[in-house]
């Protein structure tokens, strides 16, 4: 069975930009009769706050996408134990090493240029210096009380996958992220594609919608996945939605009220319909525009659909 699902982070009110991803990754599952859940991704505890888990179920339910209930919730933020393990899995297979860089230092080596390049900053790898970090020099870090971050080794190889949406995807892993990932912090905090993975892998998701902004992670992703011995997703990425300005919709940049689920329904008025027929007609899935479109007119219209937007637009509306 499909089992797909709409991963938040609770840090704001839904905008345009995830209303898109949650209604293409709805739309993706439901197409093939398949099962959605809903993740509450709240790792990073100063940013996220319940009240935003409220309100983006509230307007989830407006939208009328319905996450299936027959599983537990899951609260990435409940879940230590389990990415504990994971992480102690890598570990054992001499997949992690300590990272004692500081963020100056990190941003040193990322701005280095290398022979050749004239200077250029691109998404080229950086080796990190603490990879080869000796015991006892690693010793002597901690006990100066200096804490690590752990990260990833990645290997030096070409990963390939098909995206439901953007068709074949070529890329180094190492080059496609720029740096090994961190999967702990120095503090502590879970990172994203440590969690994300474990919790696809475990959740049983077997396709993952969700903005083009993270094709780059999915090569990354996918390689966790595989590290952990689980099966890996499918990815179906979808164009990014951008305010007028072509900034990207973030939640934390705050000034997003006109951009809104809110916004749509308490000043604008505009009813489920309305707001669903205007996102598939910004991603240009429907042509034309129409007016207002049901849930059912929206699978039929996926079925057949094309993304005509490209990989950003705009919102117009
Ligand atoms: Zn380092």
């Not at 609260?75 to 997949?95: C, F, M, P, W």
């Not at 300590?98 to 998404?123: D, K, N």
């Not at 939605?241 to 951009?259: C, I, T, V």
Request: include cysteine; aromatic fraction near 8%; hydrophobic fraction near 40%.
């Amino acid at each position: 069975m499909v089992v797909g699902r709409y991963a938040p982070s609770p840090t704001g009110y839904m905008h345009y930009g995830n209303a898109a991803a949650a209604l293409a990754s709805w739309l993706d599952v439901r197409v093939r009769d398949g099962k959605w859940l809903l993740r509450i991704e709240d790792l990073d505890k100063e940013r996220c706050r319940p009240e935003y888990v409220e309100a983006l179920k509230e307007d989830l339910l407006w939208l009328g996408l319905e996450w299936d209930c027959s599983e537990p919730l899951f609260v990435q933020s409940e879940r230590n134990h389990i990415y504990e393990s994971a992480l102690k899995q890598l570990e054992d297979q001499g997949q992690t090493y300590h990272c004692f860089c500081t963020r100056a230092q990190l941003s040193a080596i990322a701005s280095a240029p290398q022979e050749g390049e004239g200077g250029e900053v691109g998404r080229r790898y950086r080796a990190n210096p603490c990879e080869h970090i000796a015991c006892s020099q690693f010793f002597q870090m901690q006990q100066e009380g200096k804490r690590s971050s752990i990260r990833l080794k990645l290997p030096d190889i070409e990963d390939e996958f098909t995206d439901l949406h953007f068709g074949v995807q070529k890329a180094s892993l190492r080059e496609s992220i720029g740096s090994d990932p961190v999967l702990r912090r120095s503090d502590g905090m879970w990172a994203y594609q440590l969690a994300v993975s474990v919790d696809d892998a475990l959740q049983g998701v077997n396709i993952v919608t969700r903005g083009v902004d993270l094709m780059t992670s999915a090569h990354v992703q996918r390689y966790i996945i595989r590290s952990l011995g689980y099966e890996v997703p499918q990815y179906a990425h979808i164009p990014l939605l951008m305010g007028l300005d072509g900034m990207r919709l973030a939640k934390r940049n705050g000034g997003n009220g006109q951009y809104t689920i809110r916004y749509a329904r308490e000043v604008e008025h505009i009813s489920p319909g309305q707001f669903i027929a205007r996102v598939l007609g910004i991603m240009g899935v429907i042509l034309p525009v129409v007016d207002s479109l049901s849930l059912d007119e929206a699978l039929d219209c996926w079925g057949r659909h094309a993304f005509t937007c490209g990989d950003a637009v705009s919102i117009v509306k």
